[in-house]
């Protein structure tokens, strides 16, 4: 159990385009979510947290206009890059609260902008 | 401010030489700590939670113990496939469920 899915797993997009990133719980609720970014050889940086039926909380220093996100079900949350530029190429991870505070994390989304 | 701290950065073993990952943190009252391990252009995959002082956790050749100041994953007999990137992460008391990550043990096993 506690499976976590995102795609697409890679994607290529050119400069000025937008791109969506979903990311499922598969056989769970979750209520809250969370989206990350990681650099090569870096940790996990925490980029907003996802709640279910109301705006998403970012971090400080990441851009609301530019990363959207959407949590509009249970096991549903989106994050769109839009206007995307080559400095936004990175590792996507979301991950979902599973039960006793256990997070899960999907497989990750590699974006590259040309 | 919340802090992980893990050591080594990066640790080179042999097939069934046993060693210790360390964790150190400091966070404004733990709700839980968290281990975490990360094959190269995978997410992490969830191992251990451990949520008080003096619990130890186990799954096959991986034990999880803590302490007030930090957790150690230790590793016995490890086989090449344990090689990855193993990552800690705390979660304070008060409501967010966010995890604080340290900074990852890059464990290499050789044959």
């Known amino acids: 159990g506690a499976v976590v899915s995102q795609h697409p797993s890679r994607v290529i997009c050119k400069s000025g385009t937008s791109v969506k990133i979903e990311c499922r719980s598969l056989?769970?609720?979750?209520?809250?979510m969370f989206w990350y970014r990681q650099f090569p050889k870096q940790s996990l940086m925490l980029m907003a947290t996802?709640?279910?039926?109301?705006?998403?909380?970012?971090e400080q220093g990441v851009e609301k206009d530019k990363f959207l996100i959407n949590h509009a079900s249970l096991t549903l949350s989106t994050l769109t890059v839009t206007s995307a530029h080559p400095e936004d190429s990175s590792f996507y991870i979301c991950s979902a609260i599973h039960r006793d505070l256990e997070q899960y994390f999907g497989p990750g989304t590699r974006l590259t902008v040309t | 401010e919340d802090q992980v701290t893990q050591s080594p950065e990066a640790l080179r073993l042999q097939e069934g030489e046993s060693s210790s990952l360390n964790c150190s943190y400091t966070v404004s009252g733990l709700r839980g700590l968290f281990w975490y391990r990360q094959d190269p252009g995978k997410g992490p995959e969830f191992l251990f939670t451990?949520?008080?002082a003096g619990e130890e956790k186990e799954k096959e050749r991986l034990k999880a113990t803590l302490t007030k100041k930090e957790s150690f994953l230790h590793i016995t007999a490890p086989k090449p496939e344990d090689s990855a990137t193993y990552l800690c992460?705390?979660?304070?008391?008060?409501?967010?469920?966010?995890?604080?990550f340290g900074k990852g043990t890059k464990l290499t096993v050789n044959p």
């Open positions: 451990l949520y008080s």
């Open positions: 056989d769970f609720q979750a209520t809250t």
């Open positions: 996802s709640n279910e039926g109301s705006k998403a909380t970012y």
């Open positions: 992460a705390v979660q304070a008391q008060g409501g967010s469920e966010k995890l604080v």
